[in-house]
């Protein structure tokens, strides 16, 4: 199931939210939202409700093993269990293609490479079980006691599936005092509301331009469109990923769960450095506080350790049906920016207009998506020749003018909500507004909301299966 569906906008979200309200018993609604969250991820592929099950089982053991033991030696078991299981699980579901169909090549061997359909989520919630069985050993955080209300925390299908990655430790008082609260509800709504035009209104309709230039016959694109191609993806991945993220922090906010922000509008940053600071923000700072730090960080062996989070930041996204090398390609390439930001290339930005900070930021983003985008390498280098007018093809096509006419309005809209328009917007709005005139405010809130889930429900309606990118790492 996704957020993007009518099933779950007009039956799925409106039920749960009616039965969780239905009693103030905390156990109830804990009850409740766990059900409910392992219905909406056995939807589509109900075998791999066992895994996630016996993820949480197995680090709920080991968290109560490392409190039960702690401060001997014998705790460090738990994380040791724990890392292994979730690693392991990890490495054969998403990565065994990938290992396989390279040893084969390498070697001439004929393994049988295997064909595991990805279980969804699993780069997400197998993160954050590591990390509360690391906060737990490390004393960040105690150990949960109740069964279900970790089985809640694993399962919830909030950011289940796509993120943010939600550390126990940072809703760990949400889990066992969670409140009804009218202002929650309404700031999650909107919240909600918002990232739903997002991945329907935008990210879709450039998703799109996305296949009809990025998948087609290369052979016949013009360099206009390869450009325009790679600004839809561009487009696309961005209000696609953070739109649901909006969704899945504004559910959180409808339950009484603030989860951490996950995009800072990236689009703005003046350098690769910045652009990481607000690009997937959950993911960034897990890397950097579970394996960059404990490294040494900038301490010892900061380069090394820098490119060994980068590696490990393209490897994680790959792996599905064997593909990876584009995605480390494309975090190492992240990782050499920063390296040459920290050397010396910050402190020569600072000296210059800020405007050329993000034209540099901006170039370097949108060579590092096609990076992401083709998995086939052949095909990557094929495309950039084609960018950089070097492989003969045409400038432009007839066709391709009257696409970017037609579309001219969409893309700039498009562009400007890239920017923090409505952050500005709002609030200057907030500010303005004394306690008499605060209604009208809120009614415009209402006005808005029911604005842009009607464009979306009317977008939704008759279109086909429309997954989130993220979905598929």
């Not at 993820?55 to 460090?76: H, P, V």
């Not at 396989?100 to 780069?123: C, K, Q, R, Y």
């Amino acid at each position: 199931m996704v957020f993007a569906s009518l099933t779950f906008l007009y039956i799925f979200l409106p039920l749960n939210l009616l039965l969780y309200y239905a009693s103030k018993n905390p156990t109830y609604r804990n009850l409740i939202l766990t059900i409910f969250s392992f219905v909406f991820y056995a939807w589509g592929e109900p075998i791999w409700i066992g895994l996630l099950a016996l993820t949480a089982l197995i680090d709920y053991g080991n968290g109560r093993f490392i409190e039960a033991n702690r401060g001997k030696a014998i705790a460090k078991i738990g994380v040791i269990c724990s890392l292994i299981f979730n690693i392991s699980t990890l490495l054969t579901f998403k990565y065994s293609a990938f290992f396989i169909s390279n040893f084969n090549h390498l070697l001439g061997t004929h393994m049988t490479v295997p064909s595991f359909a990805l279980p969804i989520g699993i780069s997400f919630y197998t993160f954050q079980s590591i990390s509360y069985v690391i906060d737990v050993y490390t004393g960040k955080v105690t150990a949960q006691k109740s069964l279900l209300k970790f089985l809640m925390f694993v399962s919830l299908y909030h950011q289940l599936v796509a993120g943010p990655i939600v550390r126990y430790v940072h809703i760990a008082n949400q889990i066992d005092k969670r409140r009804f609260n009218i202002v929650d509800i309404s700031t999650g709504i909107t919240r909600f509301c918002v990232g739903l035009f997002k991945k329907v209104c935008i990210a879709n309709i450039a998703g799109t331009f996305v296949v009809k230039y990025l998948d087609g016959d290369l052979s016949h694109l013009s360099v206009a469109e390869s450009w325009f191609g790679i600004l839809m993806f561009t487009i696309q991945i961005y209000f696609d990923f953070s739109g649901y993220s909006d969704m899945a922090i504004g559910l959180g906010r409808m339950f009484g769960f603030h989860y951490y922000e996950n995009f800072n509008y990236p689009y703005v940053a003046k350098s690769a450095t910045d652009f990481w600071r607000r690009w997937h923000i959950s993911l960034s700072t897990w890397f950097r506080d579970y394996i960059y730090i404990p490294l040494g960080g900038n301490k010892s062996k900061g380069y090394r350790n820098l490119f060994i989070v980068w590696f490990l930041t393209g490897f994680w996204h790959g792996g599905s049906h064997g593909a990876c090398w584009n995605y480390i390609l494309w975090g190492l390439f992240w990782g050499f920016l920063i390296l040459i930001e920290r050397m010396f290339l910050a402190k020569f930005m600072k000296k210059i207009p800020a405007v050329f900070g993000h034209i540099y930021l901006l170039a370097a983003m949108i060579f590092g998506w096609v990076l992401f985008y083709f998995t086939d390498l052949n095909r990557m280098w094929e495309f950039l020749r084609i960018m950089l007018g070097v492989a003969g093809h045409d400038l432009s096509s007839f066709e391709f003018r009257i696409v970017f006419q037609e579309n001219i309005f969409w893309m700039f809209l498009a562009i400007l909500f890239c920017m923090p328009i409505y952050l500005i917007i709002h609030r200057k709005v907030k500010r303005q507004l004394v306690s008499g005139t605060a209604q009208i405010w809120y009614g415009m809130n209402i006005v808005v909301n029911f604005l842009l889930l009607f464009l979306a429900t009317s977008m939704l309606v008759g279109n086909s299966y429309n997954p989130f990118i993220y979905y598929r790492f």
